[in-house]
């Protein structure tokens, strides 16, 4: 409840200035905006935990305006959790449980590039605010000293890398890889390398787009 008090007037700005963009493009020619529904599978590498094992479901709004013939810039704003799994497995006498959940509003800035009629390729950078946490394991919520509240970094930046595929004038279906540039949370004993400073956010989406 703190930390999403704490975020709240942040993701109230962030909402505002989009649907103001948005606004703008529904009078501007050259713009297009649509819808995002997709369905994302993440992992949170350097928790011993390997695997993308924690789903969730992607919704949001896009805006963008071509650039020449065959490229274009594109801003999003979605809800895209992400997080971390790891199930129990009773016939491997495995209780072990944990489950993470971080709750971002990003907004990616991305740049299209159209290879052919159907295909155009992406990459970009991405700004995500965290505005809810839920961390568990088999004894239940971790709470009291435990809590993850405070531990994780408020503002993550990404990477984007992903691929569309153009079925006809008003549907997309896109595939992209988001990755965490800097940690989202420190070890918990502060311990780091050059190159390996922390707990980092990994990403694989499918996402629908529809164009108004």
């Not at 993440?42 to 969730?56: E, M």
């Not at 709004?61 to 810039?73: C, E, H, M, Q, T």
């Not at 594109?74 to 799994?85: A, H, I, N, Q, T």
Request: aromatic share 16%.
């Amino acid at each position: 409840m703190i930390l999403f008090m704490r975020h709240l007037s942040a993701r109230f700005l962030l909402v505002s200035g989009f649907f103001f963009v948005v606004q703008i493009v529904t009078y501007a020619q050259k713009f297009d905006a649509g819808t995002i529904l997709g369905l994302n599978t993440s992992q949170i590498t350097g928790d011993n935990f390997a695997g993308y094992n924690q789903p969730g479901v992607i919704a949001g709004f896009w805006v963008s305006r071509s650039i020449g013939d065959r490229a274009k810039l594109v801003m999003e704003m979605e809800y895209l959790p992400k997080g971390s799994r790891k199930n129990p497995k009773p016939l491997d006498l495995n209780f072990q449980f944990y489950r993470l959940r971080l709750h971002y509003v990003e907004v990616p800035l991305i740049f299209q590039y159209r290879i052919n009629k159907y295909f155009s390729l992406e990459s970009g950078l991405s700004y995500g605010a965290l505005v809810g946490v839920y961390e568990a394991d088999e004894n239940g919520e971790l709470i009291g000293n435990y809590a993850p509240q405070e531990q994780f970094k408020r503002s993550d930046i990404s990477f984007n890398a992903g691929i569309n595929w153009l079925i006809d004038e008003k549907w997309a279906f896109n595939v992209r890889s988001i990755n965490s540039i800097f940690p989202v949370r420190d070890f918990p004993n502060k311990v780091t390398t050059f190159l390996n400073r922390g707990q980092y956010s990994n990403c694989v989406m499918g996402r629908l787009l529809y164009k108004f």
